[in-house]
């Protein structure tokens, strides 16, 4: 089926049970079905009547939500259940490579949330969902009732999708360093480390993948620090696609700076027609094999492996295939009432899986939550995506893309501008700077 069609069927269903659902969450809102939250676990006295709003994942879509809900609303119980104490943000993790940011300052805590927006956090690990009553379980045994749950657990990393590799290979000698954390530092030291003349190797993933840019990003700051530290390394990119986002951009900056195109280009990219794809990883051999039977020997190698929905939601049947179908009005799960999945892990083309976008889905959410608390019709949302990227500290770029309701609320429109790089170094370093207070001022609307 094709993906406007399957979207135009989802957006009708998605309007005939979100009336269904509103009534039944007023009726049972203001009946006293919630009763757990008269004080909750934040210390903050709520109503008799409040509403439990539960939140799986303090990652950037579940802690979005959960600000969010907050803000639109004092009186909901507000639940966020999150296995780790520290959040690390991917989005300028590129950066910790060359030195330019480090781990520290990516690393937020829950705090703020608990003092200032007074949301319960519970540190454990999600495992089931009793869809019947309402209820999700956690690692420890814990058992916590919801109105309405919002899921946002993130992806799943598939390493094993590339023979011979795995988590604990990536957390050794073959770092993946997707998910922000000790991985990006074995990567930046390896880099570091590597042999004069050297060969550093990224694997592309197939789409869809969190952050389209980001393997581009993170091949061209490698580049400099190649340039800086060891003038005769190598970046060969083998990648599962045949093309990518920013292609307009990426080769122009490598051309002017790593000589890309020339007999003596510090760069190759492989795309998957030329024999790019990576299914195969030689541990011992340090080597990496394609699907046209290529051996590639790296000094360094790191594999992005590919990704499907998060463990969490594969594990209580909320996806379809390999991802969560929903309904893009309100992000309701397609699957089970009083459920909203974002994030990563959504079936949500057109829609990139980017931070920027899981926060905004979450801030649709919530205030369809809130609508219906109220009884108002819930709004169709308008959804932005700012992707910022870099390609150097001297060089950025920015993509403005838009997702609207059109056809009287029956298909989700996108409208995107990428803007070609130019000979102007005072623009792209303008770019640069935006990229760069973005990826601040994006941290403090998720956790401040
Ligand atoms: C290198 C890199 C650079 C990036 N740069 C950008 C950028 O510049 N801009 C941008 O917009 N995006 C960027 N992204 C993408 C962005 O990080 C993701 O799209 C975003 O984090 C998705 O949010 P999420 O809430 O779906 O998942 P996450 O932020 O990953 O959060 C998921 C959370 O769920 C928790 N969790 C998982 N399972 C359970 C469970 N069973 N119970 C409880 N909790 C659970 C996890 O611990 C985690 O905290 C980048 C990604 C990478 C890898």
Redesign the pocket.
């Known amino acids: 089926m094709s993906n406007t069609k399957k979207t135009q069927q989802t957006l009708n269903a998605s309007q005939e049970k979100s009336e269904l659902s509103r009534r039944r969450f007023l009726k049972e809102a203001t009946a006293g079905f919630a009763t757990l939250g008269l004080w909750g676990a934040s210390g903050r006295a709520f109503s008799k009547n409040a509403a439990r709003v539960v939140i799986?994942?303090?990652?950037?879509?579940?802690a979005t939500a959960a600000k969010y809900m907050r803000l639109l609303n004092a009186d909901v119980n507000i639940t966020v259940?999150?296995?780790?104490t520290q959040?690390i943000?991917?989005?300028?993790?590129?950066e910790v490579l060359p030195g330019w940011e480090t781990l520290e300052g990516l690393t937020v805590t829950y705090n703020t949330l608990k003092t200032r927006y007074h949301v319960n956090v519970i540190q454990d690990?999600?495992?089931d969902i009793d869809y019947t009553n309402k209820r999700v379980k956690t690692a420890r045994g814990e058992v916590i009732s919801y109105d309405k749950l919002i899921v946002?657990?993130?992806?799943t990393l598939e390493y094993e999708a590339i023979e011979g590799f795995n988590e604990t290979l990536a957390e050794g000698n073959f770092p993946a360093?997707?998910?922000?954390g000790l991985q990006t530092l074995n990567l930046r030291n390896q880099i570091l480390s590597m042999r004069q003349g050297g060969t550093v190797i990224i694997s592309a993933p197939k789409n869809p993948y969190?952050?389209p840019p980001?393997p581009y990003e993170?091949a061209s700051f490698i580049l400099t620090m190649l340039k800086e530290h060891n003038p005769t390394g190598k970046m060969l990119i083998l990648d599962s696609k045949d093309s990518f986002i920013f292609q307009n951009v990426y080769p122009y900056y490598w051309t002017k700076n790593f000589g890309y195109g020339t007999d003596n280009s510090m760069i190759e990219w492989v795309p998957k027609s030329k024999g790019g794809e990576v299914v195969k990883l030689d541990a011992t051999n340090h080597s990496v094999i394609t699907a046209n039977g290529t051996v590639h020997k790296g000094d360094v190698i790191n594999i992005i492996p590919p990704e499907k929905a998060?463990?969490?939601a594969l594990q209580n049947n909320l996806t379809e295939g390999d991802w969560c179908p929903v309904n893009f009005r309100d992000f309701t799960s397609t699957k089970y009432k009083d459920v909203h999945v974002?994030?990563?892990?959504i079936d949500g083309e057109p829609m990139p899986?980017?931070?920027?976008?899981?926060s905004n889905q979450a801030k649709v959410v919530v205030q369809a939550i809130n609508d219906e608390l109220h009884g108002r019709e819930i709004a169709y949302p308008f959804i932005i995506n700012d992707?910022?990227?870099m390609a150097g500290k001297d060089f950025g770029m920015v993509l403005t893309e838009t997702f609207r309701f059109a056809g009287e609320g029956k298909r989700l429109e996108e409208h995107y501008n990428i803007p070609g790089a130019t000979d102007d170094p005072a623009r792209q370093l303008i770019l640069q700077k935006v990229a760069e207070n973005w990826?601040r001022t994006?941290r403090k609307d998720v956790f401040s």
């Not at 799986?56 to 579940?62: C, D, K, L, S, V």
């Open positions: 799986i994942g303090g990652g950037i879509g579940g259940i999150e296995p780790n959040y943000f991917c989005p300028g993790s590129n690990k999600a495992t946002s657990p993130g992806p360093a997707w998910h922000a969190r952050c980001a993170r998060g463990q969490f974002i994030g990563d892990s899986k980017t931070g920027y976008i899981a992707c910022v990227a990826q994006f």
